[in-house]
T-cell receptor, first 111, second 113 residues
Framework: RKEVEQDPGPFNVPEGATVAFNCTYSNSASQSFFWYRQDCRKEPKLLMSVYSSGNEDGRFTAQLNRASQYISLLIRDSKLSDSATYLCVVPNKGGSYIPTFGRGTSLIVHP | DTEVTQTPKHLVMGMTNKKSLKCEQHMGHRAMYWYKQKAKKPPELMFVYSYEKLSINESVPSRFSPECPNSSLLNLHLHALQPEDSALYLC????????????FGPGTRLTVL
């Protein structure tokens, strides 16, 4: 089983829709979780950090389910500009913390 | 200043060339990272520096040689690369290497001919 798994999509939704992605992780000791957004040919940009049960920022909500070992990202009222790849990152502790990326979920918001 | 800068933006080099990629941050972060990213794939961790010491090398070939001259700077020296090394090379920094959020530079797009 991969350490961090994401459905690659693409998720194709109309403007104004609500869309949710999940990210499952294998290391039950993980304490921090991150969602990044990456546009084509650009660098990943931090979208949300999750250290406890969840986090909310405007139209974006991230929730952590420790029992089932997944984090979700909910986007409400989708905009065309939300089209991007959403990367889930879970730092895994071995001797040091190793940032472990999911493969990313592609979102396309259409008019 | 919450920015990570990288130079050059683009680099084309032959297989016999030696070149260097540079990364700089002034956020007081003590962990810095090099990643390689191919199209439609997530970033792939190469190296981690923590307090200016190399703490993680993800079995990267020796033709890639990292260097951390001080807490703000990170270099990646390239020598005798192969065409399959063509990729986007991303630098990132974080407060420390304890699982904190990372901030990425814009990357260097490298083409090896």
């Amino acid at each position: 089983r991969k350490e961090v798994e994401q459905d690659p999509g693409p998720f194709n939704v109309p403007e104004g829709a609500t869309v949710a992605f999940n990210c499952t992780y294998s290391n039950s000791a993980s304490q921090s979780f991150f969602w990044y957004r990456q546009d084509c040919r650009k660098e990943p940009k931090l979208l949300m950090s999750v250290y406890s049960s969840g986090n909310e920022d405007g139209r974006f909500t991230a929730q952590l389910n420790r029992a089932s070992q997944y984090i979700s990202l909910l986007i409400r009222d989708s905009k065309l500009s939300d089209s991007a790849t959403y990367l889930c990152v879970v730092p895994n502790k071995g001797g040091s913390y190793i940032p472990t990326f999911g493969r990313g979920t592609s979102l396309i918001v259409h008019p | 200043d919450t920015e990570v800068t990288q130079t050059p933006k683009h680099l084309v080099m032959g297989m016999t060339n030696k070149k260097s990629l540079k990364c700089e941050q002034h956020m007081g972060h003590r962990a810095m990272y090099w990643y390689k990213q191919k199209a439609k794939k997530p970033p792939e961790l190469m190296f981690v520096y923590s307090y200016e010491k190399l703490s993680i090398n993800e079995s990267v070939p020796s033709r890639f040689s990292p260097e951390c001259p001080n807490s703000s700077l990170l270099n990646l020296h390239l020598h005798a690369l192969q065409p399959e090394d063509s990729a986007l090379y991303l630098c990132a920094s974080s407060q420390d290497n304890q699982g904190n959020e990372q901030f990425f530079g814009p990357g260097t797009r490298l083409t090896v001919l």
